[in-house]
């Protein structure tokens, strides 16, 4: 997810923001509020345990905002801010259909999309290392594809290589060409009795070969999914080891990631978390399913990666900051590339937000079948913003209008009027 979602036929609230899905879709709880002032991992955050008093700052405006989001549809949502006034925390609205206990200050949520960037930071990393070229042939370390020899490493994390989409796409006369079974669209019951299936990234990648490609490689802009899988075998193939032990000695170890996990086919979330639904229709008769546990490997390194929202703070803060990459790599993978969404281009596995004050943020949200999670930082990643929500999901992303609302009010609380950075980040 991101400030908009976009699937380049104008159907500007899909691709971008849920990130899974380039299909033409159809488009209350619990309203106490949890805040958490300043306490980052401490043991009240990291149980969902909510104080009933904040020590230190209170912010109406950002406990108002989450209020609303929870208004608007949601379930449940945690929020944490750190900016010039130091680090808030705070959750509103309910853990669970039905409950009363708020959601977890420092749940795990399925990040969806969010994956991308931690996938693109590991290629990058590779990259620094001397073992990958950002301007080589793709096809060069993966024989047997039938890739593209024109298709470099930059283009698959800038989605420039043109790639079928394996989990579907829409073309711009509306045509809709449907790959394997997403939650969204059509095969959404489909989906729901196939939600424990485990794909191997390779038969994704080769149902995405069997297509027709978008366009000549270079020479347009097009969110893929099999962009990042085909990342994940780049990564894979060029150190010989498991994308998640990579992302373990290069991220995760380095930065304490601690809460985040690389859960390949598994379909286990570790505690505290919220619950996430599916709302579908069977014999005429609409249903509500806990989708909290589902095999992730559909998605696989498009959007399978689970976390919290004080480890994509560390993240995404880290990596602005430049502790991740060198400089020159960090300006690569923030500089924008057109993506026809207004006020949102792509850099290198990033998007390149102008908010609505003027100013720039660097984003990549994400979405995962009744979770979504939010990743915001500035272009020095001196302040940031992060939030994972829960929802009842369905085929027709019916929440995605209230969740593209609640990113434009959060980040026109948290952003705008303060920042009028360049989109490249110094240092």
């Not at 505290?272 to 390194?301: C, F, L, M």
């Amino acid at each position: 997810m991101t400030h908009a979602l976009s699937d380049h036929d104008g159907n500007a609230l899909r691709t971008a923001a849920y990130g899974v899905v380039p299909l033409r879709t159809a488009a209350g709880g619990h309203h106490e509020i949890a805040e958490a002032p300043g306490a980052a991992g401490a043991p009240a955050a990291d149980s969902g345990a909510a104080p009933e008093t904040a020590a230190g700052q209170s912010r109406p405006e950002l406990r108002k905002a989450i209020e609303e989001i929870v208004e608007s549809g949601f379930v449940g949502v945690s929020l944490r801010v750190h900016d010039e006034r130091g680090e808030w925390a705070g959750s509103a609205g309910a853990a669970e259909l039905g409950g009363t206990a708020k959601p977890p200050i420092n749940g795990h949520v399925r990040i969806g999309s969010s994956t991308k960037t931690f996938t693109a930071t590991l290629v990058l990393r590779l990259v620094a290392e001397g073992r990958l070229g950002l301007d080589v042939p793709a096809a060069d370390h993966l024989p047997g594809f039938g890739l593209d020899r024109r298709i470099t490493v930059r283009m698959l994390l800038q989605h420039t290589s043109g790639v079928f989409n394996f989990s579907g796409e829409v073309y711009d006369d509306g045509t809709v060409v449907p790959g394997i079974p997403i939650p969204y669209g059509t095969t959404g019951k489909e989906w729901v009795g196939n939600r424990f299936k485990a794909y191997r990234p390779q038969e994704l990648v080769e149902l995405a070969l069997s297509k027709p490609a978008r366009f000549e490689p270079g020479t347009g802009w097009s969110y893929s999914n099999t962009n990042y899988v085909l990342a994940r075998l780049l990564v894979e193939r060029v150190t010989g080891r498991p994308l998640a032990e990579e992302m373990r000695r290069l991220i995760l170890g380095p930065l304490g990631l601690s809460g985040t996990v690389v859960p390949d086919a598994s379909p286990e979330i570790p505690a505290p978390h919220a619950r996430a639904y599916y709302r579908y229709e069977e014999a005429g008769e609409r249903k509500t399913i806990d989708v909290t546990r589902q095999n992730p490997s559909w998605i696989s390194t498009g959007g399978d990666m689970i976390s919290t929202t004080q480890d994509l703070h560390t993240f995404i803060s880290a990596l602005l900051g430049g502790r991740l990459l060198p400089a020159p790599l960090l300006a690569e993978m923030c500089t924008p590339y057109p993506t026809g969404i207004p006020n949102m281009d792509y850099g290198l596995g990033v998007f390149v937000v102008t908010t609505d004050g003027g100013g720039t943020v660097i984003s990549h949200n994400g979405a995962a079948v009744g979770h979504a999670a939010l990743m915001y930082g500035t272009p020095d990643g001196g302040k940031t913003l992060t939030a994972a929500l829960s929802c009842v999901d369905d085929a027709g992303l019916s929440i995605a209008a209230a969740f593209q609302k609640a990113q434009r009010r959060l980040l026109n609380e948290v952003f705008c009027g303060g920042q009028a950075d360049p989109a490249q980040p110094t240092g």
